[in-house]
């Protein structure tokens, strides 16, 4: 069993910026990958951004350059720093441990308990 606990959420103006940071309890370095999914009122789940162990980044087209993903194999941590965040980017951001090269429209793997992002004025 893996935890994975989320931090880093909150209330923030249009145009701000939050850091999410991802901590998992076991160590990250072997796995498949990380990713960031969200899910706003009324929507389905979404991946947000992912990071494999290769390296390759999968983002939405909706935040490509304004997010970016990063892990630290030494922390066992994944975060995902938003930038120029828009209203729409409201929703509940969860964290997700992939231990297997699945689609990323498959909602497997470890879930978050997720964090709130509210993007408001």
């Known amino acids: 069993q893996v935890q994975l606990v989320e931090s880093g959420g909150g209330l923030v103006q249009p145009g701000g910026s939050l850091r999410l940071s991802c901590a998992a309890s076991?160590?990250?370095?072997?796995?498949?990958?990380m990713a960031w999914y969200r899910q706003a009122p009324g929507k389905e789940r979404e991946l947000v951004a992912g990071?494999?162990?290769?390296?390759?980044?999968p983002y939405a087209d909706s935040v490509k350059g304004r997010f970016t993903i990063s892990r630290d194999n030494a922390k066992n941590t994944v975060d995902l720093q938003m930038n120029s965040l828009k209203p729409e980017d409201t929703a509940v951001y969860y964290c997700?441990?992939?231990?297997?090269?699945?689609?990323?429209?498959?909602?497997?793997?470890?879930w978050g308990q997720g964090t709130q992002v509210t993007v408001s004025s």
């Open positions: 997700n441990l992939r231990l297997t090269n699945t689609s990323w429209r498959l909602l497997n793997g470890y």
């Open positions: 076991r160590s990250i370095f072997s796995i498949y990958a």
């Open positions: 990071i494999t162990r290769d390296g390759n980044t």
